[in-house]
């Protein structure tokens, strides 16, 4: 059951990433995106990184994360600490 957000492309499911921010139809995090987008990839390049995706929904999931910088930042934060260390 996928909650609303108030933006077209963002939703929350309790079943997909326990309920962080993802696009619509899709399991891409708004944090993937605007990880991807802190790397420096301009935002109407993500979608080379995310095909599937298209340049409505990045811009959108970039204006969520405009709105929500602190939610978004503390995702990030805890995938970071729970993602394996590389060599």
């Known amino acids: 059951m996928s909650i609303e957000t108030g933006y077209r ?3 929350r499911d309790p079943e997909i990433l ?11 995090p708004v944090r ?8 420096g990839v301009g935002a109407e390049e993500i979608t080379a990184h995310f ?5 409505a929904q990045v811009f959108e999931a ?6 929500h910088q ?3 930042l ?9 993602a394996p260390a590389s060599d």
Do not use: C, K
């Open 9 to 11: 492309h963002i939703i």
């Open 18 to 28: 326990g309920g962080e921010p993802i696009v619509r139809g899709t399991r891409v």
């Open 32 to 39: 993937a995106i605007v990880e991807t987008w802190r790397m």
């Open 51 to 55: 095909p599937h995706l298209t340049q």
């Open 62 to 67: 970039l204006a969520y994360f405009s709105d």
């Open 70 to 72: 602190d939610e978004i």
């Open 74 to 82: 503390e995702h990030v934060a805890r995938n970071a600490q729970s």
